[in-house]
């Protein structure tokens, strides 16, 4: 919503809602008390909200004003509404946790108090009865807290969240109808407005179970809880300064700006960049010897890249905010499985590409699901291994190499490899004689539908989640690596690029033709020495590599083209130049014509004609106009008998 408008329900005047200035016109709101009378009753929040959503009413004497139905029909206005209610609702959770763990100041309940208070408001100024009835209800729970006047325990907490969810469900029911959908309406709230009440006399009425993800990634983005959805750009970090009276960086200083909007700045700023390196590369300009032109071609390459720092700078936000939405998927886990647990995050300010936040969530999803379940022991189990009660789980992030690193870890009992093994063997995945290193059989339970789960439950079981982490990580691409020992923990790193929109990339010639290597993806490159690359039996081609033989992969051959070195068998490779690549547990040997340098190059799609052209990730422009493939080499690695890491 509108900073500058204020809410009908608080009683203060409406300024002119976005795009107009014109004032919109309002009715004086109703009284707290009004919205407990029995005319406004859940029949009726249910025909507001069905109003809302271009639907009949019951009748002419059930119609909402017509001030009311026309803001609410407001694509504009309902959707900073939807913006600003998921924004609040975030902070509510972080804060309620964080009175849930002891660690609260009085601000804390204040914080989670005009939250609430902010989308009541926001709700009855669009007629959204149901909504600003939950949130009144709640508001008042926490309005006695604040006075000192109620104690905040762990049902008040429970019921708290529910009703948080509750309102989410609502917000995905308004958005699902403004893009044209028939969501499925949640139940009248008659129930969870009990509870809250009873919860604010301190009485500990059983509360429903906590919303707890299910093993079913089909389900609808909608019907999912709230950890389990995208993370936005847009949201603020819970606590940070716009929620702080009096904070340097106030309201004024934040402008919220439309996704499609700065991802078509990105790409702009994209093809500028691409126009700027032919226009240093062309060579009519270069021959002219002239002492202003330079200096002005180098000014413009100075500003063009400040220029797309700043836009790259832009698509980056803190993962601090996916890890702390963790926070309340651990707390119900455990909750729901009688075992205790604690949440301890890392390197929350380490910033990375807000497309690959938005896609770490299911994967994280799954990966603390199966810790919760898998790895964590029951209290009982623990005191009788002389581990504490209370398991740990941690969340850490930092840079390596270029890359962004982030680590699941638990300190439960670990991987069996001999069940997993076994598993493995019964299904068909290996062979019973095969002979596989501890990395090898924990990447076995990415495999589709595998899983070592004695029962199937709705946590876990099917094994449907880990396969969606494999697939979430190869769209980023990056990759996963486990380790973990028995009685100790399992430790899960994800290792991924900063940035989906621009890569350093080694290029390469290949008969002629530029071919782009990701940096990330490579280790070293070399001359092979003479008699140094030979034929293994049953292998192909192998080179001696630090005292390891890794398979060399052909690119002329793979690629399918011409090459001076590399395309006939009876060439020999000494000739080329080998780059020696890691993709997941494999590592390898790529041999080319020669090297032509690295380059930071702006990726382009290629569209849906080629895109299932296996080995090829994508396409950039380089300098001097030439377009060059992006190689994809966990493709190419997996399409050969690459040797296995050590």
Not at 94 to 103: N, P, V, Y
Not at 506 to 526: D, H, S, T
Request: with cysteine.
């Amino acid at each position: 919503m509108a900073k500058g408008r204020r809410s009908a329900a608080n009683g203060e005047p409406v300024t002119a809602k976005p795009g107009t200035s014109q004032p919109v016109e309002m009715m004086e709101p109703e009284a707290p008390e009004a919205i407990e009378a029995p005319q406004a009753s859940v029949e009726a929040g249910l025909r507001a909200l069905a109003e809302s959503f271009d639907e009949p009413a019951a009748g002419p004497e059930t119609a909402a004003p017509e001030s009311a139905n026309f803001l609410n029909q407001d694509p504009q206005l309902v959707g900073d509404f939807l913006v600003e209610a998921r924004e609040h609702l975030a902070n509510i959770e972080a804060r309620l946790l964080e009175i849930e763990q002891g660690s609260h100041t009085a601000e804390t309940l204040h914080s989670a108090f005009r939250s609430f208070h902010t989308i009541k408001g926001l709700a009855g100024f669009l007629d959204y009865e149901i909504i600003q009835r939950v949130s009144h209800e709640v508001e008042t729970l926490l309005d006695l807290a604040r006075n000192g006047q109620l104690e905040i325990s762990g049902a008040q907490v429970d019921v708290i969240l529910q009703s948080g969810d509750y309102l989410a469900s609502w917000l995905n029911v308004i958005e699902a109808a403004q893009q044209g959908k028939s969501p499925a309406a949640p139940p009248p709230p008659d129930s969870l407005i009990e509870r809250v009440r009873s919860a604010s006399t301190g009485q500990t009425d059983p509360a429903a179970p906590a919303a707890v993800p299910t093993d079913d990634s089909s389900q609808p983005a909608e019907a999912q809880p709230a950890e389990a959805q995208p993370a936005s750009a847009r949201t603020p970090e819970p606590g940070s300064a716009r929620n702080e009276p009096g904070s340097a960086r106030n309201e004024a200083s934040l402008v919220k700006v439309d996704t499609a909007k700065l991802e078509f700045l990105v790409d702009m700023v994209g093809e500028l960049v691409i126009a700027q390196s032919m226009l240093r590369h062309n060579s009519d300009l270069s021959a002219v010897r002239s002492p202003k032109l330079q200096r002005d071609i180098t000014h413009l390459t100075r500003v063009t890249g400040e220029v797309q720092k700043t836009a790259m700078a832009m698509r980056m936000v803190p993962i601090g905010q996916l890890f702390r939405r963790m926070t309340r998927l651990v707390r119900d886990l455990a909750k729901k499985s009688g075992k205790q647990a604690e949440l301890e995050l890392f390197g929350e300010e380490v910033e990375l590409d807000r497309t690959i936040v938005e896609e770490l969530a299911d994967p994280m999803v799954h990966m603390l699901r199966n810790s919760m379940d898998h790895g964590i022991e029951s209290v009982a189990e623990r005191t009788a291994a002389g581990k504490p009660p209370a398991g740990r789980v941690r969340l850490r992030a930092h840079h390596q190499a270029g890359l962004i690193v982030v680590e699941i870890s638990d300190d439960g009992r670990g991987l069996d490899r001999v069940k997993i093994l076994r598993k493995a063997v019964e299904r068909g995945l290996v062979s019973p004689d095969a002979s596989l290193s501890d990395s090898e059989v924990f990447q076995l339970i990415f495999e589709p539908g595998f899983s070592t789960a004695d029962k199937v439950s709705d946590v876990s079981g099917r094994g449907v989640g880990m396969d969606v982490v494999r697939k979430h990580i190869s769209k980023l691409r990056g990759r996963i690596e486990i380790t973990s020992r028995p009685g100790e923990g399992t430790t899960f790193t994800l290792k991924l690029p900063l940035t989906l929109a621009i890569i350093d990339g080694l290029v390469v010639l290949v008969g002629g033709e530029r071919y782009i290597i990701p940096i990330f993806a490579v280790r070293e490159m070399f001359k092979p020495a003479v008699g140094s690359v030979f034929t293994v039996e049953g292998k192909g081609e192998m080179v001696m590599v630090r005292d390891r033989l890794l398979p060399v992969i052909r690119l002329a051959g793979r690629l399918g083209i011409s090459s001076t070195h590399t395309q006939a068998a009876d060439r020999p490779a000494e000739e080329g130049v080998m780059i020696v690549g890691e993709s997941d547990t494999r590592t390898f040997c790529l041999l080319a014509d020669e090297l032509a340098g690295k380059q930071e190059v702006v990726i382009k799609s290629l569209g849906p004609v080629f895109r299932d052209v296996r080995g090829v990730a994508g396409g950039a422009i380089l300098g001097d106009g030439r377009v060059g493939l992006i190689l994809d080499v966990a493709t190419l690695a997996g399409d050969t008998g690459a040797a296995r890491r050590g």
